[in-house]
């Protein structure tokens, strides 16, 4: 484990993480999954035949609508084959598209959120909160870090300049949506509270939202998104985060037991309620007006817990080495109809889908994602 996390993991007998060699390794793969590109479309499954009025996405990609939800902390064989804490995680698995190498940019948390509607990790590696004046030294990699970068991240104001996705999907009239569980109230900008986690909130970080109360109008606890799911004025692209008992990072054994959830510290516990949480929300989404529009689900995990593999620029520390996030599940639901779809032969990051939303829907380039070629995008996975 890289640091010191806000949960205490207690199992014996089971090994947590495979460490993955640096752009280019292989993973060990679940014997459910296979490590080559494989598709198939279980028999006598439906597919979804709507024609919604065109738009100019659709026209694109064929997709309306892009939920997006970030969990948090585990690797790739943590949760794909482990069917005893995630079984509706691995039944999605089995049904949908998987990439099996696809990695966080770096460690911590934070600097993953901000590349992922960024393009840039933002050269920090803390979880520091949002502000002008904040600055923070690294949390992550201490020695491995150049005198440069560590230098630049210490001095490094935690209020980011710079487009963001939001910035693109306005320009070209696609609307956006960020819902945060357990925030306390729309458009919040105060710090962490015991289950919100504000830097799980990356849209507060950057001007050009922080700055537009019509932009924060859109940052919204997740209690909306029941009513918002069942209208017919779902956003195009839908940031869902959930709170840290539900996102699989947890809290401490203290905190738990304060909360009255002494499964939010447990390694088995966070797992079994993250996979709750999808078995909820994804249904959710599956039954909105918005699903026979045109939508894709993905889930993410920010970082694994335990590497510092990655891929596709992530940053690089003395002698060159890779300063990645660890290989992590990447599950990707379309309203087409089941197709199982393995991508185990190229490797992708959050920069990687960031560019692959961007070129469905012509949206342009952010940072990392600028120069991304056709065979650096996960576009397969939403065909």
């Not at 770096?106 to 803390?126: E, K």
């Amino acid at each position: 484990m890289l640091r010191n996390r806000y949960h205490v993991i207690a199992i014996a007998g089971i090994v947590l993480l495979v460490i993955l060699s640096s752009c280019g390794g292989a993973s060990t793969t679940q014997q459910s999954i296979p490590t080559s590109i494989h598709t198939t479309t279980p028999q006598g499954t439906p597919v979804q035949q709507t024609t919604p009025t065109p738009t100019a996405t659709q026209a694109v990609t064929g997709l309306r609508h892009i939920f997006y939800i970030m969990m948090e902390n585990h690797g790739l064989n943590d949760i794909l084959g482990n069917n005893t804490d995630a079984p509706y995680l691995n039944q999605l698995a089995n049904s949908y598209g998987v990439a099996l190498h696809y990695f966080g940019v770096t460690h911590p948390s934070l600097p993953n959120y901000l590349a992922a509607i960024s393009g840039d990790f933002q050269g920090i590696w803390d979880d520091c909160p949002a502000g002008t004046t904040v600055t923070c030294e690294p949390e992550e990699f201490g020695s491995l870090l150049t005198r440069g970068e560590a230098v630049n991240a210490s001095n490094r104001a935690h209020m980011f300049g710079g487009q963001t996705l939001a910035d693109q999907l306005e320009a070209h009239n696609l609307s956006w949506k960020a819902y945060m569980q357990s925030m306390p109230t729309i458009g919040f900008t105060g710090g962490s509270t015991a289950l919100y986690a504000q830097k799980h909130n990356p849209f507060v970080y950057f001007t050009s939202i922080r700055n537009n109360p019509a932009r924060m109008q859109r940052i919204v606890p997740l209690t909306l998104f029941d009513q918002d799911s069942k209208s017919a004025n779902v956003p195009n692209f839908v940031w869902i985060t959930p709170d840290v008992c539900s996102d699989m990072h947890g809290v401490s054994a203290g905190a738990a037991q304060s909360l009255g959830i002494p499964a939010c510290a447990t390694y088995d516990g966070i797992i079994a309620r993250g996979d709750n949480f999808i078995h909820t929300i994804v249904p959710e989404i599956m039954s909105s007006p918005a699903w026979n529009e045109g939508s894709a689900i993905v889930i993410a995990w920010d970082e694994s817990n335990g590497s510092s593999s990655g891929c596709c620029k992530s940053p690089a520390g003395v002698n060159g080495v890779t300063l990645g996030g660890g290989n992590v599940p990447l599950l990707v639901i379309t309203s087409k109809g089941m197709r199982h779809l393995v991508v185990g032969d190229r490797e992708f990051n959050h920069y990687s889908l960031l560019g692959t939303i961007e070129q469905m829907w012509g949206l342009g380039c952010l940072g990392n994602t600028c120069g991304l070629g056709d065979g650096d995008l996960m576009t397969g996975l939403f065909e």
